[in-house]
């Protein structure tokens, strides 16, 4: 595996430079300053011989065998998972691209996916169906035509149904559908 690196010659002469210096110069004593700076004499400067000079880059390739894996930092890494399993249908970016928050990295799409959406779909039809039952049976109650057995039994089923929809309206919002758009009947075959 072969890795390149990029030394910055310039700086590493000064270095250099400045280590030579302190060693053959030992009566002058080094002040520590808060900043950390690296600082020397003109008398320093000039024995080494130093210029000031514009610094150059220049790049050393060096070869590194290995057995095994390098791997990047844990800061710099992501794993990806999908909400709802199926087939990658479109990779938007290479292996080892730069990617930014929020982008689109692949669509996932497949049986999973549309049967979701339709799962949804019944579970809101199933939705409609008991809030409109237990309206029903609300009203007979206070009626005094049936029992008020059979509201608690509708008022059950009714929130049956709203934790199935609002369970898989989140789901569909987790992977960036829109639940109302796939109610009104436009059903995707895959997901960003």
Sequence with gaps: MIIMKRIYLHYAFIILALMMASCSNKTETATETESEAIAFTRQQFETVGMKIGDPV???????????GFIRP??????QITALVEGQVSGVKHAAGNYVEKGAVLLNVGGSKVISLQNDFVKACAQYDLAKQEQERISSLVEDKIIARKDLLTAQNTYKIAMAEKQSLQA??????????????????SNYN
């Design 73 to 78: 930092a844990p800061d710099g890494v992501a």
């Design 57 to 67: 880059t220049d790049t050393i390739y060096d070869e590194i065998r290995t057995n």
């Design 171 to 188: 789901l569909l919002k987790a992977i960036n559908l829109d639940p109302a758009e796939i109610e009104a009947g436009n059903i995707h």
